[in-house]
């Protein structure tokens, strides 16, 4: 390695990431950041206050003992050890001011990146930076930090503080050194400190660096943490009898990362770290000698002997390794060197978006649409770095204020549909026209306001019953009336009204008060939430698979009710049941990236296709259920419940 680069990547390693974090300063505030600033530099000399007492004290105990109590001597020895002793108390109730000051710098700093993380990861139109596992390490990397309140970059904006008491302190105990011994020894030490500190200090650097390289297996290690301790996967675990391949994959990934982590924290604290160490030592041995010989001529005082032999021994172990300031801000660093990469990362598809983003319409009054179709043209679509095109030129008209059911096997790309209508994702060709005006054109806020999704992955906040259902129209004020409809048009109003706080009560048993609901009754939940966006301004309403937890006459009995309790609504219903969606005005057969069917059930049943082929398929499953049972839709056999993925092999 040549200087340059040896240079360079010092440069950006060591300087860069302080610099970043001197850069985040301002936000905690000139008065915080003064009163760091001042406790610092008061706490870096009262260290060097009570060694130059002490060596005064030192100094006046020949003079104090020859002259006895009472004489000058001893009073001003007595005098310099209450100086000594007042500046031992003044830096022991400096401590705590400075764990406060540190602990509201670090609140601030940390509060605002951690604004900026979530900002970074809600910028994007897009989602696909999420499913990207680049930005996710470095998600993990940043918020890593954060998330245990640990090594914090709030940490180590204290820590860069910190430098001004730690680096006050050494000059003056160098200089102080130079004045009492010979003039050379101070800059001598001075230099050792530097070179120790540098061992130090770089050798944890390289440390915190390995850490980098474990992050994909750091992130699956917390990922089986997870599922071996938290409550998602406790059902399977026990009934499946996982606990022991769980515990052997966990410790194995254990491994993963910590097995490089400690052989680095091997090869990099062992020989360097103890040549650094002995290189100070033989240094301050230098000093020390050369200081003692000269006291032993009597060419220095014995006050100047003590304050030179302190000063060297409180100089060097000033370059020492601090455990936990020095690591709070190495990995602070790292963190904050992280969220830099993952800006970038984000940045870059911010870029890409923009590239292709074409200028947003104003002259459209966006929430009309869409208010006649509509249409897909040509579209097509592959995710980012996958070669399988999912949607290949795909032509699909919906007409407004109608139903229409989109069927196909699993696979068939009808999810995808739903993301490139909500613009997760934008197609590669092709465009999606609302009245005629491509949705590429409108402001994805405002479109997203049109259309109301249930997707089949919903989320279940931890929230109330309310929460859950009012934010499906989080711009609109809290509407009581309007709740109640919604809950009870998707048929969950009666279980709410008997919970022990109504719409109030939080849908997690987690919570005081809170109840835990069925998958299905979560399904309803989630209609709800879409119903309630349609009575605030949606026009489209989109349910992918909702209804995979009901069985088969359920699903039918929903998709009935619900082709009714929508009527003039867009809606369109997705399912890959194809004896579920019959009451549906219009119903589209997807199969291989393409449209192959459309129309009417009837009239698709008389064209005799596939989707005839597997309506009837399904639906004599359905009817041997029913027959078997002939009891209350709800309760249906599972054996009716047919997959058709299983179907279609
Ligand atoms: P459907 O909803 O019809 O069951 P999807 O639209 O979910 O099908 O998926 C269509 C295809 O796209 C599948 O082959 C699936 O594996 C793939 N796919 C889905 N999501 C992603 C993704 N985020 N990245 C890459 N491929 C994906």
């Not at 730690?166 to 001075?190: D, K, M, N, Q, T």
């Not at 194995?252 to 030592?281: M, Q």
């Not at 009714?564 to 549906?584: C, D, Y």
Request: hydrophobic residues 50%; contains cysteine; aromatic residues 8%.
């Amino acid at each position: 390695m040549n200087l340059r680069s040896a240079w360079d990547g010092w440069v950006d390693s060591a300087v860069r990431p302080r610099v970043a974090i001197v850069r985040f300063l301002p936000v905690a505030g000139s008065r915080i950041i003064g009163a760091i600033v001042a406790a610092n530099l008061v706490a870096g000399a009262l260290p060097v206050a009570f060694v130059v007492a002490t060596s005064v004290v030192i100094g006046r105990v020949p003079a104090a003992v020859d002259g006895g109590l009472g004489s000058p001597a001893w009073d001003s020895l007595v005098l310099a050890f209450v100086l000594a002793a007042l500046a031992f108390l003044a830096s022991q109730a400096l401590a705590p001011v400075l764990v406060a000051l540190n602990a509201a710098l670090r609140r601030r700093v940390d509060g605002h990146l951690r604004d900026q993380i979530f900002e970074l990861t809600a910028r994007t139109t897009s989602i696909a930076p999420l499913e990207d596992a680049e930005v996710l390490d470095e998600l993990a990397e940043t918020s890593r930090q954060f998330d245990n309140d640990w090594h914090t970059p709030g940490q180590a904006a204290g820590g860069m503080l910190a430098l001004v008491a730690r680096y006050s302190s050494l000059v003056a105990f160098c200089a102080l050194l130079s004045a009492s011994a010979s003039w050379w020894s101070g800059p001598v030490v001075l230099g050792a400190t530097m070179v120790f500190r540098y061992g130090n200090r770089g050798g944890l650097r390289k440390y915190s660096r390995v850490w980098r390289t474990v992050m994909p297996a750091s992130r699956s290690y917390d990922y089986l943490r997870e599922l071996a301790m938290g409550e998602v996967a406790a059902k399977e675990t026990r009934v499946f009898g996982l606990d022991d391949w769980l515990g052997g994959r966990y410790t194995d990934t254990h491994w993963k990362v910590f097995g490089p982590v400690a052989a680095a924290r091997r090869r990099i604290y062992s020989y360097p770290y103890l040549g650094y160490t002995a290189f100070g030592v033989l240094v301050a041995s230098v000093v020390v000698v050369d200081t003692g010989l000269a006291a032993a001529s009597g060419e220095i005082s014995l006050t100047a002997l003590a304050l030179a032999l302190q000063a060297t021994t409180a100089a060097i172990a000033l370059g020492g390794y601090y455990p936990e300031a020095d690591t709070g801000s190495q990995f602070g660093m790292r963190a904050v060197e992280a969220l830099t990469r993952l800006r970038e990362r984000i940045e870059n598809y911010e870029a890409t978006e923009r590239a292709i983003a074409r200028p947003v319409r104003t002259d459209v009054d966006v929430t009309r649409l869409p208010s006649t179709s509509l249409r897909l043209a040509d579209v097509a679509f592959a995710y980012p770095g996958s070669e399988r095109v999912v949607l290949d030129g795909l032509e699909l008209e919906i007409p407004a204020g109608r139903s229409t059911a989109i069927v196909g096997v699993n696979g068939a790309g009808k999810t995808t549909l739903v993301k490139l209508l909500t613009r997760l994702y934008e197609p590669i060709r092709g465009a999606i026209l609302a009245d005629g005006v491509d949705i590429a054109e409108l402001d994805p806020v405002a479109w997203r306001r049109q259309v109301s999704v249930i997707f089949q992955d919903f989320v279940r906040l931890e929230l109330s019953a309310a929460d859950n259902i009012a934010l499906g129209a989080v711009h609109a004020p809290r509407d009581e009336d309007a709740l109640w409809e919604a809950a009870r048009r998707a048929g969950i109003a009666e279980a709410l009204e008997d919970l022990p706080a109504g719409l109030d009560t939080p849908l997690a048993r987690a919570y005081e008060g809170g109840i835990d609901l069925s998958g299905g009754q979560w399904q309803r939940i989630a209609i709800a939430r879409s119903l309630y966006a349609v009575a605030h301004g949606a026009r489209v309403l989109v349910l992918d698979e909702p209804t995979s937890a009901l069985d088969v006459r359920a699903e039918v009995a929903f998709f009935d009710r619900f082709v009714e309790l929508t009527r003039g609504v867009t809606s369109i219903l997705v399912s890959h049941r194809f004896s579920s969606v019959r009451r549906a005005d219009h119903v589209v057969v997807i199969e291989h990236g393409k449209v192959v069917e459309q129309g009417s059930h009837a009239e698709l049943t008389a064209a005799d296709g596939t989707y005839a082929r597997l309506f009837r398929l399904q639906a004599e499953r359905f009817a041997q259920g029913l027959d078997a049972e002939g009891e209350h839709p709800d309760y249906a056999d599972p054996d009716a419940v047919v997959d058709l993925a299983e179907v279609a092999e």
